[in-house]
């Protein structure tokens, strides 16, 4: 059985391996050992988990900021995919930014990963007409 939950210190290795297997060239930046501390310093509760029989299977962050809700870190195992893990998540994800007043949601998909689309489709994203932009800070 798939339970979706906060993400809790004891899920660290289910959620790394996750991330190795679901984003294999990923920037150093984004790393399991940077990227998860500074999450749980931020709405931590907007960090969800999905298990099988203790088993980390899925992983979600989001984040609120006030004007938008951002979806980033959507994986699931390759043994668990189209089982409805995913959706699972957003439908809590979406529920707990609800929750915060948050009027919409937002994310952003690599062009090189376009083949997702469909599925965030599926979930009720429209793919809108903006240009994504981005800077790193330094620090
Ligand atoms: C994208 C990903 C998270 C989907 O997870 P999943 O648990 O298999 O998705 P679900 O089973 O919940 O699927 C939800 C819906 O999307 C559809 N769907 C899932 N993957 C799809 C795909 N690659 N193409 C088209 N539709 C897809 C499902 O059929 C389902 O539709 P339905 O409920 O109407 O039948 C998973 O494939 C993954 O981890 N990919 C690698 C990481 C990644 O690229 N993440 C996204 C970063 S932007």
Redesign the pocket.
């Known amino acids: 059985m798939i339970a979706i939950a906060s993400y809790t210190d004891a899920d660290f290795a289910g959620v790394e391996r996750l991330w190795g297997q679901?984003?294999a060239d990923d920037a150093p930046r984004n790393t399991a050992a940077l990227a998860i501390p500074q999450k749980l310093a931020y709405q931590p509760e907007l960090f969800l988990v999905a298990s099988d029989h203790g088993a980390v299977v899925?992983s979600l962050m989001a984040g609120y900021d006030g004007h938008r809700g951002w979806i980033s870190r959507?994986?699931?195992s390759v043994s668990?995919?189209?089982?409805?893990?995913?959706?699972a998540m957003i439908v809590e994800i979406e529920r707990r930014l609800a929750a915060l007043g948050c009027p919409k949601v937002n994310?952003q998909?690599?062009t090189a990963?376009a083949?997702?689309v469909?599925?965030y489709q599926?979930?009720g994203y429209a793919v809108e007409p903006r240009i994504s932009m981005g800077k790193l800070l330094a620090g």
């Open positions: 679901a984003f899925g959507v994986a699931v668990h995919r189209r089982q409805g893990v995913a959706r994310l998909v690599n990963n083949v997702v469909p599925f599926r979930l």
